[in-house]
């Protein structure tokens, strides 16, 4: 399937990577308020993993950006999804699937 996400343009590198980790409600070290839902980390960024993961949640549960607003580049790095797909996708890749970054 493909579908639009939001990410940072160049961050992670172009590679082959495989998932490490899978939390259902990660956080933010950058800004601890926010949750980050379907976490699915594959790359190491320069302080802190990379991953895939629904668009960030405020305290209150409200999403940081609209649907509508992915395909643009918004994150610090992590690939965000709305949270449709960022479940399924946290349901299908187990800990060790192949993740490929293309240019």
Not at 19 to 30: D, P, T
Not at 46 to 54: K, L, N, R, Y
Request: charged share 20%; hydrophobic share 35%; aromatic share 10%.
């Amino acid at each position: 399937a493909s579908y639009r996400v939001s990410g940072r343009t160049g961050t992670p590198n172009p590679g082959e990577y495989h998932v490490f980790r899978k939390l259902e409600m990660g956080r933010s070290k950058s800004h601890p308020d926010l949750r980050l839902p379907w976490f699915v980390g594959f790359a190491w960024g320069a302080t802190t993993d990379i991953g895939f993961h629904g668009i960030p949640l405020e305290p209150d549960g409200s999403q940081i950006e609209d649907d509508s607003q992915l395909g643009t580049p918004l994150s610090s790095g992590c690939v965000r999804e709305n949270q449709l797909t960022a479940k399924l996708l946290f349901d299908w890749a187990p800990v060790g699937t192949l993740v490929v970054v293309l240019a």
